[in-house]
């Protein structure tokens, strides 16, 4: 018998010491394993295991896999591990293996609460990492939130009983063990505040609300939800009244209702009859007024408020509850006149707010015990929207529309239309005391939008959280949402909702700090709202200069979530992160990640512009043939799904332009400009740059030059980059070049600028200028400014003495004798690979041997697999090409994989794998290769004057003279005036061009 414990790191008894190692040292084969001991089917389907473990390769290759990894399995655990039927189903034998995962399960199912948890030593499957294996990934999330979920409950369960029993130590630890289990869980901190606040520890209840404060600032740049709030500022109040027992526990519940802190107290209908003084706000305390309406809404008898786990076994007297409670609000907001003081519900920004009216709902096709509803959905509905949005929703009967028939739907409008408002909700109330549905419509009495219907159904005990769900589905729809996204987004809060959909909105018009803002403004009212973590991926993917790196902040949400999306919201977050996430991937690895989403997802416009974007930026990359044209497609594709989706047409447009068709480029442009009617896109002025250049049309480009000191970064970044691919619009370029930074304070700013023109000065051959903007970049970034020397070095023309002083200094940082000791520091493989590349330049292979060693180390504890390797890789050619020539094929194969792989080295770029390539293939005789290899460019041109240099001598030698002028034309165009230490190359080029007939 196996014994195999897979809650903690994996552990395995009962057969030989060597087996079990054999298996635990390879996580593929684990995984298998683990995968057919948790499933809850006895077998498996192989092809399941197949798509799960090695989705990247070919069936055939995919299959011998696994028949090795089962033939593995067996040999290392025994012969009777698995069982099988047929070909294609496999399976753990249950005889003879034990798997901790059941007997936890089973003795939850048996109520055996604190022997199951006591099988719970952490996480499920702690330390497994499988890498090209999304589907396993993805599976091994799921499942270990389900476990954790299931130990958190059981605590909760144990703590619940303790408190019951008057044991508040015994209480307290479980409920702090469930936090331990589930930091994420807000509701969970809820109820463990309450917890400690029945048992008079106000203290600790503020020490788990503030660390739970700073770790969600520190993690998410986020903060605790609205009701988590009023709790620890319910903790920070007066101390509560009475000192007994049950009086406090009724008191805490009155505060923490939606945190479940649920108690068995004395009669409820005598707390709901004699509510104190001090639910009733001051008439003109404007402070209270939201606390006094959230204290009466907070009463734990009450049915229908969120997450209220009332055990009412009397539908009937809760819908009287619901009664008392709806005329207590309509009382308090016509009384505090709450409702018409709020802030617009679908206008920002414009003179004043759109005023919402939500008339009477039709309760003719209800029960007579729903017959509050009538008015009380005037209330709800009121109440969820000024409590979270904020729209100027007037109470029906305050604008005499209550005597009119909803039958007479033209009639309320236009007596609507008189009071001034924009929108109106109406709707119909069906159903009993038991269940209910409710179906409303927002109108835009405007006539500038569609009418929009949605409609809820569920227990009557819950009405308020249907209105809730309706009035998301109302916002949602009125700003644009299809009606399956609506249904899908209606679990949110209404605040969280509008947010996100104005999000949505900047985004599909290239808005993408807006967006950006917006996103996060949505997880700062919600942050288990998954639609919006989802929605932070898109900008930071088509714009990173907003707020960093894609996976530095939006890529954690998301996965933090992933369970929650839909399916083609997940294909879309684990291709943005990549294959080996959290690693980095190849270009190549995130090229095939796309197309395997559009795959999965064709039907999704954002999908088919990430993988035309993945082909536009990949490509030159990896030299995929025809990228052009196949980005072209894919873009064009991604409109014909959604024409109001505007993101594709940036690159449409720069497409244009390339080909000469400018009249396409404008039409384009006046497209996207006229779609973003909210506000210009972020990179709205360098298109507008692109289709003037390519027009020709010097009047648009003065006047746009003479904005170039207002221009966003995005921008002015954008043209210096363009200029230098174009060959065109240098002299603009130049002028941006020559701005003052010192009104770009942000870093993030200030770096992408410092960036562009330091490149721009080494392609303009300004070695001194470009010198210095490196030294500029210190400031913002210590490390990366040193690496910027040696790479403008290497190939760029740069300053050799500089790079040679940067050097010396990454010596003496990394202390390369001593590398073997150094643990893991951010950024030390970028410095050992700059270094070591910048020495074999100059003959110096003293410590390579050492370094190669030690980049290849498993034991390495840096997780970045793919620049260590493709570093140890590339200095291994570097020497072999000095010291072994004849061995140069198979330096060259090296290479070349990591060419095609779309892999750039740490520290030093794509650069001096395209240039080592290149002469290699050219002293083996094959140019055609060398000249294809020559041609890749990446997105920061840093030796783009050396690659049209070299691509106009090849193309020469095999008498393509067309793509040599061109190339030497393009060189000339950006070294039209170097420095003198670069006039002689300027000169052989020249010579070379019109020996060529240029």
């Not at 589907?135 to 979920?149: D, K, T, Y």
């Not at 700090?513 to 998954?530: G, I, Q, S, T, V």
């Not at 620049?867 to 200095?875: E, G, K, V």
């Not at 193309?955 to 393009?970: C, F, L, Q, S």
């Amino acid at each position: 018998m196996i014994e195999l414990k897979v809650m903690g790191s994996v552990r395995m008894t009962g057969s030989s010491d060597a087996g079990i190692e054999a298996v635990l040292v390879q996580p593929k084969r684990l995984a298998l394993l683990s995968y057919l001991a948790l499933s809850p089917e006895p077998l498996v389907p192989r092809d399941r295991l197949l798509a799960l473990l090695w989705p990247e390769s070919d069936e055939r290759r995919a299959r011998e896999a696994l028949r090795q990894a089962l033939r593995f399995l067996r040999r290392s655990l025994g012969s009777d591990l698995l069982v099988t039927q047929g070909r294609n189903w496999v399976g753990v034998s249950r005889a003879h293996v034990d798997c901790d995962i059941w007997r936890f399960y089973a003795l939850l199912e048996a109520g055996d609460l604190s022997g199951a948890l006591s099988l719970y030593n952490g996480e499920l499957l702690e330390g497994l990492e499988v890498r090209a294996a999304p589907g396993f990934e993805q599976w091994l999330s799921v499942s270990r939130q389900e476990v954790a979920r299931r130990a958190a409950d059981a605590c909760w369960q144990l703590a619940e009983l303790a408190r019951d029993e008057g044991d508040a130590v015994a209480a307290q630890g479980h409920a702090w063990r469930a936090r331990e289990i589930l930091p994420a869980d807000e509701e969970g901190l809820r109820r463990l505040m309450g917890l400690l606040l029945w048992s008079g520890d106000r203290a600790g209840a503020l020490r788990a609300y503030e660390s739970f404060e700073t770790w969600l600032a520190k993690e998410f740049e986020a903060v605790p939800s609205v009701r988590t709030r009023e709790l620890a500022d319910r903790a920070r109040g007066p101390a509560l009244a009475g000192s007994d027992a049950a009086n406090a526990a009724n008191a805490v519940d009155a505060a923490v209702d939606e945190a479940s802190a649920e108690r068995s107290g004395p009669d409820a209908t005598a707390a709901m009859a004699e509510p104190d003084a001090e639910r009733v706000p001051e008439p003109n305390d404007r402070r209270e007024t939201g606390v006094g309406v959230r204290r009466l809404t907070g009463w734990r008898i009450l049915p229908g408020w969120p997450n209220c786990r009332c055990n009412s076994s009397a539908p009937r007297t809760a819908v009287a509850a619901m009664v008392l409670v709806v005329g207590l609000l309509a009382l308090g907001f016509s009384y505090l006149g709450l409702l018409p003081s709020q802030r617009g519900l679908l206008a920002e920004g414009t003179d004043g707010p759109d005023l919402l009216l939500v008339a009477p709902f039709n309760v003719s096709q209800a029960d007579i015990s729903l017959s509050f509803l009538r008015h009380g959905m005037v209330d709800l509905l009121g109440a969820v929207f000024t409590g979270e949005v904020g729209p100027a929703a007037v109470a029906a009967r305050r604008s005499r529309l209550s005597r009119f028939a909803i039958g007479g739907g033209s009639d309320v409008a236009s007596r609507a239309r008189r009071t001034g408002a924009r929108w109106i909700i109406h709707g119909e109330v069906m159903g009993n005391d038991r269940d209910v549905r409710l179906s409303g419509t927002i109108r835009d009495l405007h006539g500038l939008n569609p009418p929009r219907t949605a409609a809820v159904s569920g227990s009557a005990d819950d009405v308020y959280g249907l209105a809730r769900q309706l009035a998301c589905r109302l916002l949602a729809m009125s700003l644009g949402a299809r009606k399956d996204e609506a249904e899908r987004l209606g679990a949110t809060t209404p605040a969280a909702l509008h947010a996100y959909l104005l999000g949505r909105q900047a985004l599909n018009q290239t808005r993408y700090e807006e967006a950006d803002r917006r996103f996060h403004a949505a997880l700062r009212h919600d942050p288990a709202f998954a639609a919006a973590a989802f929605g932070l991926v898109e900008p930071h993917l088509s714009a990173p200069w907003v707020r960093g790196h894609v996976s530095e902040l939006a890529l954690p949400l998301a996965f933090r979530l992933l369970d929650q999306l839909g399916p083609a919201e997940r294909e879309f977050v684990l291709a943005a992160a990549g294959p080996r996430h959290p690693e980095r991937s190849s270009h190549l690895e995130y090229y095939h990640a796309w197309e395997r989403a559009v795959a999965k997802a064709p039907d999704r416009a954002p999908v088919w512009y990430q993988w035309g974007d993945a082909i536009f930026h990949t490509g030159p990359l990896i030299g995929l043939p025809s990228h052009r044209e196949r980005s072209a497609a894919a873009f064009e594709h991604a409109l014909a799904l959604d024409p109001d989706y505007l993101v594709p047409l940036t690159h449409l447009i720069e497409l244009a332009t390339e080909s000469g068709d400018s009249e396409r480029a404008a039409a384009l442009l006046d497209r996207l400009l006229a779609g973003s009617q909210d506000g210009e896109p972020v990179n709205a002025d360098y298109l507008r740059w692109r289709v003037a250049l390519a027009a020709n049309d010097e009047p648009a480009l003065e006047e746009l030059r003479a904005r170039f000191p207002e221009m966003t970064v995005g921008s002015l970044g954008a043209i210096v980059r363009s200029a230098a691919f174009l060959g065109q619009g240098l002299d603009d370029a130049d002028r941006i070049a020559a701005l003052d930074l010192s009104r770009w304070n942000a870093p993030a700013e200030r770096w992408n600028l410092l960036v562009r023109f330091q490149i721009h000065a080494l392609n303009r051959g300004r070695r001194s200028e470009a010198r210095l903007l490196a030294e500029a970049m210190r400031d913002v970034a210590p490390t990366a400014y040193l690496h910027t020397h040696i790479r403008s070095a290497l190939g760029a023309g740069g300053d050799p003495a500089a790079a040679r002083e940067a050097a010396t200094q990454l010596e003496a940082r990394v202390g390369l004798l001593d590398v073997t000791e150094q643990t893991e520091r951010r950024g030390l493989i970028s410095d050992v690979c700059a270094l070591e590349v910048w020495k074999l330049y100059h003959d110096d292979t003293s410590t390579v041997r050492q370094t190669i060693q030690w980049l290849r180390d498993p034991g390495y504890p840096a997780p970045d697999q793919v620049h260590r390797q493709s570093c140890a890789t590339f200095l291994d050619a570097m020497l072999t090409r000095r010291q072994r020539p004849h061995l140069l094929p198979r330096a060259i194969a090296q290479v070349q994989v990591l060419a095609d792989e779309g892999v750039h080295l740490p520290g030093v770029g794509f650069e001096p794998i395209w240039l080592f390539l290149t002469m290699a293939l050219e002293e083996t005789g094959n140019i055609e290769a060398a000249l294809e290899v020559i041609r890749r460019r990446s997105s920061n041109p840093f030796t783009l004057p050396t690659q049209l240099r070299i691509e106009g001598r090849l193309a020469a030698m095999i008498g393509d003279t067309v793509a040599a002028r061109h190339a030497y034309a393009h060189y000339l165009a950006l070294r039209e005036n170097p420095e003198p230490a670069l006039m002689g190359e300027l000169l052989e080029v020249r010579h070379a061009y019109e020996a060529l007939g240029g």
